[in-house]
């Protein structure tokens, strides 16, 4: 079992940036995807981006130029660094953790954290 914390999430202007960062814990976790998703009260919980345990990286396209992800291996932990934040990325958002970033973004066999609140005003 795989068990992971979040922090990191806050209160951000616009045009500012925070960084999430989600610890992992438990067996075979180098071996694991690790990523991120969002969710907003009433909608779908959406991929944000994820990073294969060679380093390989995948973000959805409206984070693109905005966010970055980075592992520590060595740590277990992953990091949401998250540049130039809008209104529109106030969400909930939630660590993941699968086999590949294939699974992750297909939502099968994936791990979930308890999630850190971002806000972001205007």
């Known amino acids: 079992q795989v068990r992971l914390s979040e922090s990191g999430g806050g209160l951000a202007q616009t045009g500012d940036s925070l960084r999430l960062s989600c610890a992992a814990s438990g067996r075979t976790v180098s071996a694991y995807a690790m990523g991120w998703f969002r969710q907003v009260s009433g909608n779908e919980r959406e991929f944000v981006g994820a990073i294969s345990w060679r380093g390989n990286t995948h973000f959805a396209d409206f984070v693109k130029g905005r966010f970055t992800i980075s592992r520590d291996s060595v740590k277990n932990t992953v990091y949401l660094q998250m540049n130039s934040l809008k209104p529109e990325d106030t969400a909930v958002y939630f660590c993941?953790?699968?086999?590949?970033?294939?699974?992750?973004?297909?939502?099968?066999?994936?791990?979930w954290g308890q999630g850190t609140q971002v806000t972001v005003s205007s």
């Open positions: 993941a953790v699968s086999a590949t970033i294939q699974t992750m973004r297909q939502s099968d066999s994936v791990l």
